[in-house]
Nanobody, 126 residues
């Protein structure tokens, strides 16, 4: 049974830094593509960042480039999203997701992923 468990969300103010973590179980972590998406009420879930050891891919959305970094620790089956210089528009629920077969051209697509975490909210406290 696949489980993705996120942690690290919370209250933030503009300019803050925060780190989200996702621990995966029930997957072959070194083979799976791991990604982060985010969603605000009333909007589509949008791509944030992805890392794939299988394809060597590691990139983020244009909206967070230079501020967010994704990394993975295969020894701990963990993927981390480091978020710096947070902006009000970063407020959302962040979801960890995984797929064993997504190709590079579809890594930004929500429909390419078949396993999702429960979500970790990032809330603007200002």
């Amino acid at each position: 049974q696949v489980q993705l468990v996120e942690s690290g969300g919370g209250l933030v103010r503009p300019g803050d830094s925060l780190r989200l973590s996702c621990v995966a179980s029930g997957v072959t972590f070194t083979r799976n593509t791991m990604a982060w998406f985010r969603q605000v009420p009333g909007k589509e879930r949008e791509f944030v960042a992805v890392t794939s050891q299988r394809t060597g891919s590691n990139f983020v959305a244009e909206s967070v480039k230079g501020r967010f970094t994704i990394s993975r620790d295969s020894s701990k089956n963990t993927v981390t999203l480091q978020m710096n210089n947070l902006k009000p528009e970063d407020t959302a629920v962040y979801y960890c997701t995984s797929s064993s077969s997504v190709i590079v051209s579809r890594m930004r697509s929500r429909s390419a992923y078949n396993y999702w975490g429960q979500g970790s909210p990032l809330t603007d406290s200002s």
